[in-house]
T-cell receptor
Framework: NAGVTQTPKFQVLKTGQSMTLQCAQD?????MYWYRQDPGMGLRLIYY???????DKGEVPNGYNVSRLNKREFSLRLESAAPSQTSVYFC???????????????FGNGTRLTVT | GEDVEQSLFLSVREGDSSVINCTYT??????LYWYKQEPGAGLQLLTY???NMDMKQDQRLTVLLNKKDKHLSLRIADTQTGDSAIYFC?????????????WGLGTSLAVNP
């Protein structure tokens, strides 16, 4: 079982470039999430989608946009990358419908992004 | 606001027990989770406990919850080198719409042969 698949695994961007991080899950989960992980800061929620067709801001949404393309796919776009966006990005999914439900999160293996 | 705290590092010898501790501030917590992150990988759910339980055991893992002190611990019996990883504690509150998931910063467990 693939679970949550993220692409690419690694990416280097120059300041001002744009890119889209892709995420797909094959568990028929309703909710999907984008987190960033930084040393000393832990996991911070960027955006989440409680169900197909809905998206909501998390703690650190500035500089990002998301699209819930269908039930399986949730993409994260950086329109104009900045060095502060250098991070490891994780996509996750959960079975329930909503950020406030209790089913555990299943994570992808992450995208390591460096912005120079 | 809500907070979850963990010590950052723990070092144990192979075969010993490891105990990773976590404290949280939200008295309305419903579920508390332990996740494991191996190098270069995402987070993997290890176990979780509902707030009306004191203890949960799953093979080598024992979770203890002291709701009065808002203290959660994860005990790994017979720790192996494959247990070397970062362990995250997370809690979900139950305060109306504010049931978001709050993460600790993670405890890095080093298992020495």
């Amino acid at each position: 079982n693939a679970g949550v698949t993220q692409t690419p695994k690694f990416q280097v961007l120059k300041t001002g470039q744009s890119m889209t991080l892709q995420c797909a899950q094959d568990m028929n989960h309703n909710s999907m999430y984008w987190y960033r992980q930084d040393p000393g800061m832990g996991l911070r929620l960027i955006y989440y989608s409680a169900s197909e067709g809905t998206t909501d801001k998390g703690e650190v949404p500035n500089g990002y946009n998301v699209s819930r393309l269908n039930k399986r796919e949730f993409s994260l776009r950086l329109e104009s990358a900045a060095p502060s966006q250098t991070s490891v990005y994780f996509c996750a999914s959960s079975a329930g419908t909503g950020y406030w439900e209790n089913s555990p999160l299943h994570f992808g293996n992450g995208t390591r992004l460096t912005v120079t | 606001g809500e907070d979850v705290e963990q010590s950052l590092f723990l070092s144990v010898r192979e075969g010993d027990s490891s105990v990773i501790n976590c404290t949280y501030t939200d008295s309305s917590s419903t579920y508390l989770y332990w996740y494991k992150q191996e190098p270069g990988a995402g987070l993997q759910l290890l176990t979780y406990i509902f707030s009306n339980m004191d203890m949960k055991q799953d093979q080598r893992l024992t979770v203890l919850l002291n709701k009065k002190d808002k203290h959660l611990s994860l005990r790994i019996a017979d720790t192996q080198t494959g247990d070397s990883a970062i362990y995250f504690c997370a809690e979900r509150g139950n305060a109306g719409n504010n049931r978001k998931l709050i993460w600790g910063l993670g405890t890095s467990l080093a298992v020495n042969p």
